[in-house]
């Protein structure tokens, strides 16, 4: 009687769990290229109504999931295999995308009792690479060996993965790597993925969050590109600069408001400026208070929970454009840092226009020459010729505006014609002109008109027009945060960072106060 007790007990459980517990059901997907027909590399989103992600799997598939408080992400990179997971059954979005070029599809699937099998026809809008402009992305924590997967699942052309990574002040990024591991003497200086897809193999990362192992957050900027393992520690910064540029690397600021960015630009004569940030994410923008604030006069948009995603960037904008005022040429780049983050690689990226064949150094050509726009999504295409601004703006969505930028300023706004591209995008014409008596640096960026209303843009790199004797003059606000930002700096590391780094900091305020005594 125990033993036929215990069996109904166990069937009766078994049946209530069964209840409880819908059986979960196959959703198979294939993912192809409309104007081919065969199978592409891409990423594949599932979220249930509840807004929990779903990570599919897949031959040679790369899942990825990441939370930073309450934001988070969660997918699979796909080559050209099929994806494949169990769900319960219920009402699911599905999203495939690939990098910025295709039109993302987005579909409803319901999951009942039977498999459920879709084919996603993915669609490209604009072909870069036929017009000779190629996408890289300079802030990347995802193993190497994963690289190749997610180039091509996202199309982007250029990836810079940090081989070296150092949290600690004074100590050399080979002795404490936070990146498990560099590349080793000899080894090639980047990755032929294919023909248009290749990755840096060679680049560190100087984050500094701790000094005489105490919790003292300095900030970080990345060496892309050096020929040898860095041994030196920072600060001084000098030092490390001087090394980098020995070997061709380019210098790139990270975050404008780390506690010393503002010294490093003009110290490092740093070269790149991330204008697309690591906190710009494809899912909830989270970093509301990151950071020395934004002065006063920039007038950066708030909310009840502190900077809005909008402030943020526009923070970002109004930083850079101060530095270009006062003289620094920095050019604009885009890093994620996809590993670390809750976004996937490439979300924002800068497109280079390469002369002649796609490679490698000539990619990093075109990127330290400033043949440049970054993009979370539009596309901008400028010329800029004896006061005239001409070009095209085109996107997967309509613009909202399009903007003309002088020394800093919006001068003109365009309305965007929104015209049908031909292939299921639009495109919208660009002309206005700027006064040439003077020096002055002009730089074009336009925004989407989303649904959802989150902030999707493109900025060009800025084109300089110089007259002798008559140079760009900052305003004095401007250079007042700077020199306030850096002298702030020296009071708090003075008794905790060593006479030559704290030189470096008053080195940085002088070249501010220069800026403060330019005739006006």
Not at 137 to 151: I, K, M, S, Y
Not at 275 to 287: C, G, I, P
Request: charge should be neutral; hydrophobic fraction near 40%; charged fraction near 25%.
């Amino acid at each position: 009687m125990m033993r036929i007790s215990l069996l109904a007990a166990t069937l009766l459980l078994t049946s209530l769990t069964s209840l409880a517990s819908p059986r979960a059901v196959a959703l198979k997907g294939t993912v192809v290229d409309v104007e081919t027909g065969k199978p592409i590399p891409c990423r594949v989103t599932i979220r249930g109504a509840d807004g929990k992600f779903h990570v599919a799997k897949s031959e040679g598939g790369v899942p990825y999931t990441k939370e930073r408080g309450t934001s988070a992400e969660g997918h699979v990179t796909l080559t050209t295999h099929p994806f494949e997971i169990e769900l319960a059954p219920g009402a699911y979005t599905v999203t495939v995308q690939r990098g910025k070029e295709y039109l993302p599809d987005t579909r409803r699937v319901e999951i009942a009792d039977k498999p459920v099998e879709i084919e996603v026809r993915l669609r490209r809008w604009i072909d870069l690479a036929a017009r000779g402009w190629y996408s890289g992305e300079t802030h990347v924590h995802r193993p190497l060996g994963d690289l190749a997967n997610l180039q091509q699942a996202e199309d982007l052309n250029v990836a810079f993965p940090f081989t070296w990574w150092v949290l600690e002040a004074f100590t050399s990024p080979q002795a404490s790597n936070q990146a498990g591991g560099g590349t080793a003497a000899g080894e090639k200086r980047f990755v032929e993925v294919d023909a248009t897809h290749v990755y840096s193999t060679r680049s560190t990362e100087y984050e500094l969050f701790r000094v005489n192992k105490k919790s003292h957050t300095l900030g970080a900027f990345f060496i892309l590109d050096h020929k040898t393992a860095f041994e030196e520690g920072a600060p001084p910064v000098r030092p490390v600069a001087k090394r980098a540029h020995a070997e061709g690397a380019l210098l790139e600021l990270d975050k404008h408001n780390w506690p010393w960015s503002m010294m490093i630009a003009p110290v490092m004569e740093v070269d790149l400026f991330e204008l697309a940030n690591n906190h710009m994410w494809e899912t909830d923008f989270a970093f509301r208070d990151f950071g020395s604030p934004a002065p006063e006069f920039m007038k950066i948009e708030k909310d009840a929970k502190g900077m809005t995603e909008a402030g943020w960037i526009d923070f970002g904008f109004r930083n850079y454009y101060a530095l270009l005022n006062c003289g620094l040429r920095l050019r604009p780049t885009a890093g994620c840092a996809s590993g670390v983050h809750p976004v996937p690689v490439g979300f924002g990226r800068v497109y280079a226009k390469v002369d002649g064949a796609f490679g490698f150094d000539a990619w990093m050509k075109a990127l330290n020459a400033g043949r440049t726009f970054v993009t979370t999504g539009p596309m901008l295409f400028v010329d800029v010729k004896g006061g005239v601004i001409e070009g095209t703006a085109e996107s997967a969505v309509p613009l909202s505006r399009i903007e003309i930028v002088v020394d800093g300023e919006v001068t003109a706004t365009v309305k965007p014609e929104n015209k049908d591209n031909g292939r299921g995008g639009f495109a919208s014409a660009i002309r206005g002109t700027f006064a040439i008596d003077a020096s002055h640096w002009v730089a074009v960026r336009c925004w989407e008109d989303r649904p959802d209303q989150r902030p999707r843009w493109a900025h060009t790199a800025p084109v300089f027009h110089d007259v002798p004797g008559k140079p760009v003059r900052p305003p004095k606000a401007e250079v007042e945060f700077l020199l306030k930002r850096v002298e702030d700096e020296l009071a708090r590391n003075t008794g905790v960072l060593p006479g030559p780094a704290l030189d470096e900091y008053r080195d940085a305020a002088t070249f501010y106060r220069s800026k403060l005594e330019l005739d006006r």
